[in-house]
């Protein structure tokens, strides 16, 4: 099982950035697919997740409107696209992937990409 991340980098207060998240190993289409993100010294958040047929989708608040998290079945992704970056999104974002219940629920993480929004 594997959950690659890419996109991340340095980018300016404004500007925007795509995550992807490449999936293999297992039943990508079964699995509901989130982003996280930590900041230094912060727990990780919840920043974005969607439901395995890509209906429905939900938010932290501090970055709806401006972040968009998609997932393409047939390729095995997921994505996040943020615009209107500000300087504390920076954080280091993992993709995750989640199936079934709290009591027997299977759950994989990849290794993290880092995004960086300064001036």
């Known amino acids: 099982v594997q959950l690659v991340e890419s996109g991340g980098g340095l980018v300016q207060p404004g500007e925007s950035l795509r995550l992807s998240c490449a999936a293999s190993?297992?039943?990508?289409?079964?699995?509901?697919m989130s982003w996280y993100r930590q900041a230094p010294g912060k727990e990780r958040e919840l920043v974005a997740a969607?439901?395995?047929?890509?209906?429905?989708?939900n938010y932290a608040d501090s970055v709806k409107g401006r972040f968009t998290i998609s997932r393409d079945n047939a390729k095995n992704t997921v994505y996040l696209q943020m615009n209107s970056l500000k300087p504390e999104d920076t954080a280091v974002y993992y993709c995750?992937?989640?199936?079934?219940?709290?009591?027997?629920?299977?759950?994989?993480w990849g290794q993290g990409t880092q995004v960086t929004v300064s001036s």
């Open positions: 969607i439901i395995s047929t890509g209906g429905s989708t």
């Open positions: 190993g297992f039943t990508f289409s079964r699995y509901a």
């Open positions: 995750n992937a989640r199936m079934g219940p709290s009591w027997a629920r299977i759950e994989y």
